[in-house]
């Protein structure tokens, strides 16, 4: 029986075209991002019958594909940075990206922090530097059509080592700047060797009104009896196709916390893809969506426990608002050797518009017989006793939403132990709020 081709759509038709032109420029091994591009090129853009990406059908969300975009000058790099605000207020060893570029200039080399070390990707690239065999460091993960696209078309980034004790967070600044819509493809591997401990704070911005498409990865490799914390803000603008992802991982002893708070883009998909490498680690992978108008917001979560004795908990929150459509999929996954695992997920959505959707999906796959797993969804609405205390009380409707909706967020937030991080994250969700009444 004859083989049956889907027809090219023309925002894989545009793929194909940027990167029969881009791949002889871009840096680095041609063959490994041929072979990535063939594999995606073959099945195309994931849609609903992929069912990673069922409810998120890129086949059919994404229209067009935009232009790539080009190394900024100095100028526009500067003048992009002086608007960003995310995590604004928050003392941190900044590392942006302009439209997909890393600004080094930006970057004072001569004066990092004791055991910080950076190198940009592209030069990395063109080298053959020894830190890229850490690229891909979940080998399944890299399978995901998303992060195959980020392979294809991967042009900048940085590596980051930290080797011991580092105070300062480290701020990855993701800022997109352009009045026509462009795509990125940055790539970030962060090494903590063992022992060490950092703050990594992680933060996408872009302008209103212009259908950007970004899709960055984040790869962090945290040694035996490391500290990571991971704070992630996506603000992109109104219009932006946002696609990301966090490859996570953890040697013996480690501890690891991330905690997502997602508000912007007209449609996301964050992905996180934990693996445990040693035993006695622990992890700590949360998230906090709020969604209104008609956005669509995707967490996608599979953490796998490929050493015994080690802890996972996962919570996400999400709210959602008018007509607007939030996803969480969630999967542990325990091998048969994983024994003593303790994996507990929970994901509650409240739903406070009339055509409010919300896509609950968590799994457990296990094949080990000595485990703890546990996990839940709930879907519900305000409670309105609650509410009608508060009301009771002289609080206008509004003004007890919010604050319900705050509580409802905080248990999810409630992680970032960076205090002015942890205030930076309040504040995004009470200019969210501020704006709904």
């Known amino acids: ?127 053959g530097h020894d830190w890229l065999a850490h690229l891909s460091p979940i080998p399944w993960a890299a399978e995901n059509p998303v992060y195959q696209l980020n392979t294809s078309f991967m042009a900048d980034g940085v590596m980051l080592r930290i080797a011991g004790p580092v105070e300062m967070p480290v701020h990855l600044r993701f800022v997109t700047a352009s009045e026509a819509g462009v795509a990125t493809a940055t790539r970030v591997l962060v090494l903590v060797e063992n022992g060490a401990s950092a703050t990594i704070l992680e933060s996408h911005e872009s302008n209103d009104g212009a259908g950007h498409q970004p899709n960055d990865v984040v790869e962090l490799i945290a040694g035996d009896e490391t500290n990571v914390r991971h704070v992630r803000l996506n603000a992109e603008g109104d219009r932006a196709l946002a696609l990301s992802t966090l490859a996570a991982k953890l040697g013996a002893e480690a501890q690891f916390t991330s905690v997502n708070l997602t508000v912007g883009a007209a449609v ?89 959707v919300m896509n609950n999906k968590p799994e457990l796959e296990i094949f080990a017989d000595d485990v703890q797993c546990a996990h839940g969804a709930t879907c519900g609405q305000l409670d309105e006793d609650l509410l009608f205390y508060l009301m009771a009380r002289g609080l206008p409707k509004k003004e007890a939403e919010s604050l319900l909706i705050q509580a409802f967020l905080g248990e999810a937030v409630e992680f970032v132990d960076n205090d002015a991080a942890r205030e930076a994250l309040a504040g995004t969700v009470e200019e969210w709020l501020r704006a709904r009444s």
């Open 268 to 356: 996301s998909r964050h992905q996180v893809f934990a693996r445990f490498d040693g035993e006695n680690a622990r992890a700590q992978i949360n998230g906090a969506t709020m969604v209104k108008g008609r956005q669509h917001a995707d967490s996608t979560l599979v953490v796998e426990h490929g050493a015994p004795h080690c802890e996972s908990r996962e919570l996400f929150k999400t709210v959602v608002d008018d007509e607007a459509t939030g996803v969480f999929q969630g999967k542990i996954i325990v091998p048969h050797h994983a024994q003593k695992t303790d994996g507990r997920m929970m994901s509650a959505a409240l739903l406070l518009g009339e055509g409010a």
């Open 1 to 127: 029986m004859a083989e049956i081709a889907l027809m090219k759509t023309p925002a894989e038709t545009g793929l194909a075209q940027a990167f029969e032109s881009a791949k002889a420029l871009l840096p680095g091994d041609t063959e490994s991002r041929a072979k990535a591009f063939e594999v995606f090129s073959r099945n195309g853009l994931p849609h609903r019958r992929v069912e990673e990406f069922k409810y998120t059908d890129l086949r059919a969300l994404m229209r067009e594909a935009a232009p790539f975009a080009k190394k900024p000058s100095a100028e526009e790099a500067r003048a992009a940075l002086a608007g960003a605000r995310a995590f604004a207020g928050v003392a941190a060893l900044e590392v942006p990206f302009v439209n997909g570029h890393f600004v080094r200039e930006a970057v004072s080399f001569e004066t990092l922090p004791e055991g910080v070390e950076i190198v940009p990707l592209a030069e990395a690239l063109a080298s």
